[in-house]
């Protein structure tokens, strides 16, 4: 339901996709954005960014819910939140997810490795992301080198799931040489563990 509007929002705020995948599809995915890459242009951002995708979106799930009001309340709150405290960046991820079937055999750090190393070979200097506590591998980011920006209430997650999220922006600095920062640094999805590929369409927008 939700997702959705995640995914269609997240694709056309994107010219970056690199998917994953195995015998039986797609087992993974990265969309992202990278203002300099020449591989495709960004789409231009929607001036109300995903309120609309995501308010369609979930207006069907929840359209008999007496709580519909505080929903979209928590659409517009939520987003401007992020707005508010993401620093300009000239890359950032999207989306990105691995199959929990497939996780842990390397194909989320190749996927980021890959990103990173496109966003820096276009000349990219910061990249963010915004990523929620309660659904989602939030430590990944830090185990990969970004630096924590904002940690506010995720008012859509906390909505829909019933439960306290917090938003989290990260940002990695693409200047410093950190562990995975680097573009040097190529990790390789494990052929030994794993049947999965990776294929880099053009882009996505
Ligand atoms: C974040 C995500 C994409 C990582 O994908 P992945 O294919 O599992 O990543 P990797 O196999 O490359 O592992 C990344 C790290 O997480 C660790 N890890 C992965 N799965 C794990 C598991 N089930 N238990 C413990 N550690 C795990 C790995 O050891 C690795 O650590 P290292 O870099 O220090 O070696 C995946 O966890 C996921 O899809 N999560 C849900 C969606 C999400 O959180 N997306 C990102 C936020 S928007």
Redesign the pocket.
Known sequence: MGMQGYMEYSLSASNWADI?YSPEGVI?F?FGRIDKYSGGPVPKKAPLGEVPTLFRSFLEYERRSPRILAFIWSIFVTELKQRLNTPKSDAS?E??????R???????????DRFLKAAKDAGSSLVT????DL???????E??GFRRVATFRDNITSHYSGSEARGIIFALDLRERTR?GSADNK?KINPGKTKGETRSPPGCA
């Open positions: 994953a993974g990265l991820v989306m990105f997810i691995v199959d929990s497939y996780r842990g055999r390397g194909i989320g750090n190749e996927l980021m992301v915004y990523t929620e659904m989602s591998n939030w430590r990944f980011y185990n990969r995975n990790g």
